[in-house]
């Protein structure tokens, strides 16, 4: 059904009126991401305060970052028993707030990757990783702004129903691509000269972080309303009439 997430029982990721917001991040598989992006930030920051600091240095340390707040922007708007509008409004605001959050870690790590380059004479895009880390940069900039005036501007769509209807397409980027290029980013990092002589980052322990990241997040999808069901669309359409009407 609608509320069904993609493994486990429906009610694995509910949320009640009486229960905080908070409460989304910790329910289900989300434990599992959780731990992951711990790790990773763990992992990375552990490896740069250990040795002498560079301007670099906040290329991955502001990166793990911003993986740890898409993490939690992701989380907090899975668990599917949003009963009233406020829930719903205040869960999409929060997840507003930590994307600009991902996007501004994002934004400082590219300035910092892209100074460290000019200033040292350094040739842009010569490992895989750089490349997927430019297309992912890239992808995450322009879902940010599509989620944000979706949100904020939904009149540029026609209309606010119109905006919502758009979301299992933001959605499906989301989760079909953007989040797996991020995360396959994150390990080919572990195999530049920095990652890898520098901060000794070890591949492995990056994977473990990844996998632990996607089974805590992929198990609470709901289908449904990634692949834009009759049901899911008319319960948007729905929402937006109720808020109007509010």
């Not at 990783?129 to 939904?154: C, E, M, N």
């Not at 390990?187 to 890898?196: K, N, P, R, S, V």
Request: hydrophobic share 50%.
């Amino acid at each position: 059904g609608e509320h069904e997430p993609l493994l486990g029982r429906p009610e694995d990721v509910v949320i009640g009126e009486d229960q905080s917001l908070a409460y989304n991040l910790i329910q289900g598989t989300a434990p599992l991401a959780q731990v992951g992006g711990l790790v990773l930030i763990c992992m990375v920051w552990a490896s740069v305060l250990t040795h002498k600091m560079i301007v670099f240095d906040g290329h991955p340390m502001l990166n793990s970052l911003g993986v740890l707040f898409v993490i939690e922007a992701i989380l907090v708007l899975q668990p599917t028993g949003l009963f009233n509008m406020m829930q719903k409004k205040i869960a999409a605001y929060v997840h507003a707030s930590l994307t600009a959050l991902a996007v501004a870690s994002f934004a400082s790590a590219l300035v910092i990757v892209i100074w460290n380059k000019q200033h040292f004479h350094i040739p842009h895009f010569e490992s895989v990783h750089s490349k997927f880390g430019a297309a992912t940069y890239g992808l995450i900039a322009a879902q940010a702004l599509v989620g944000f005036t979706q949100l904020f501007i939904p009149k540029i769509y026609g209309s606010e129903e119109n905006a919502k209807k758009m979301y299992k397409y933001h959605r499906f980027f989301g989760y079909a691509i953007i989040l797996p290029m991020l995360l396959v980013t994150v390990i080919l990092a572990t195999g530049t000269y920095y990652g890898a002589h520098v901060l000794h980052l070890k591949t492995w322990a990056a994977v473990l972080a990844v996998i632990a990241i996607v089974a805590g997040i992929y198990p609470g999808v709901k289908v449904s309303k990634m692949r834009g069901d009759r049901g899911a669309d008319a319960a948007e359409a729905a929402d937006a009439t109720e808020e109007v009407a509010a």
